[in-house]
C-alpha cells in the first residue's frame, strides 16, 4: 500500500531527496497538494530552505524502498527484514515541479493583478547597522532602507524575483502562498506549483502571483537566515495597517 513520507529542511540551503527499489511521486509542496502526479524514477527532488515535500511511494511486495535525504540520512520502508536497495549516488535529473503534474484553476486570474513589484537580489559594498561588509540589497538597496511593498486587502499581487547576488536565496513570503507562474521567462505548465519558499538561484528569475487576503505587516525574505540577519529582508504591507515594530534596537528583522 501507499506510504507517504514528508522532507522537511530546516538548513539554510537546499537539499535533495530521492527513493530508491521504487517509483515515487511528489504529491505535495509546502503542504498543498500536487495536482495529478505522475510516477518518478531516476529523479531527486529539491527541497528548498524551509520547505517540505511530501513523497509518496508503493514498496515492493517482497522488499523495501530507500528514501535518501541530503545525501546523508535514509529511511528504509518496507517489510519487516525485507531486504533495501543500497545506497547509490544521488541522480544527476531532478523533477522540474514547473512542468510535473497537470494545471487546475488557481482560485483567482494573475492576469488581473492590481499590483506589480519588482525584488531584484543583488550584493555590493556597503553598511548594514554600522558594519561595513559586502551585503544583500534588493532593487540596489540596502537594509534598512529597504522597498516597502503596499497592497490593499482583496488585490491580486505579482512579483518579478531575479537573483544576481552570486548565491542562491530561498525566498519566504510570511503570512500568504506564492504560487509559482514562469521561471526564466518559461510559463508553468504542470500543477500548480504552491510554495510558501521558493529557491531562487543565482542568475535565475522567477514570476510568482498571490492573493493579498491577509492583513498585517509581513516579511518577505531569504530563509538561509544568516542571509536575512544581513540585510535581506523587505516587508509586505497592507494600507492601513499600523506597526508595532520599529527597525533597530531590541527588535530583530522578523
Not at 503596499?150 to 525566498?171: C, F
Not at 528569475?205 to 516579511?219: E, L
Request: charged share 15%; with cysteine; aromatic share 8%.
Amino acid at each position: 500500500r501507499p506510504v507517504r513520507i514528508r522532507v522537511i529542511n530546516t538548513d539554510n540551503g537546499p537539499i535533495r531527496s530521492w527513493v530508491e527499489g521504487a517509483p515515487f511521486r511528489v504529491v505535495a509542496v509546502d503542504g498543498t497538494d500536487v495536482h495529478e502526479p505522475t510516477p518518478v524514477s531516476g529523479k531527486a527532488v529539491d527541497v528548498t530552505a524551509g520547505g517540505r515535500v511530501d513523497l509518496e511511494v508503493v514498496p515492493p511486495a517482497t522488499g523495501a524502498v530507500r528514501v535518501t535525504v541530503g545525501g546523508a540520512s535514509a529511511l528504509v520502508v518496507g517489510p519487516s527484514g525485507a531486504p533495501a536497495p543500497p545506497p547509490s549516488r544521488q541522480p544527476e535529473a531532478v523533477v522540474d515541479l514547473l512542468h510535473y503534474g497537470t494545471p487546475a484553476p488557481l482560485g483567482f486570474d494573475p492576469a488581473t493583478a492590481a499590483r506589480s513589484f519588482d525584488y531584484a537580489i543583488g550584493r555590493r559594498p556597503g553598511f548594514v547597522d554600522g558594519r561595513p561588509g559586502l551585503w544583500w540589497t534588493v532593487n540596489g538597496h540596502l537594509f534598512p532602507d529597504m522597498p516597502m511593498f503596499t497592497v490593499v486587502q482583496g488585490d491580486v499581487v505579482r512579483m518579478h524575483i531575479t537573483n544576481t547576488s552570486g548565491e542562491v536565496h530561498p525566498m519566504h513570503l510570511h503570512g500568504h502562498r506564492m504560487v509559482v507562474l514562469a521561471r526564466d521567462g518559461v510559463a508553468a505548465s504542470g500543477s500548480p506549483w504552491w510554495v510558501d519558499s521558493l529557491g531562487v538561484g543565482d542568475g535565475e528569475s522567477y514570476d510568482v502571483a498571490f492573493v493579498a487576503d491577509n492583513p498585517g505587516i509581513w516579511s518577505d525574505h531569504c530563509h538561509n537566515l544568516i542571509h536575512a540577519r544581513d540585510g535581506l529582508i523587505v516587508h509586505l504591507m497592507y494600507a492601513g495597517v499600523t506597526p508595532s515594530y520599529r527597525i533597530g534596537g531590541a527588535n530583530s528583522p522578523e
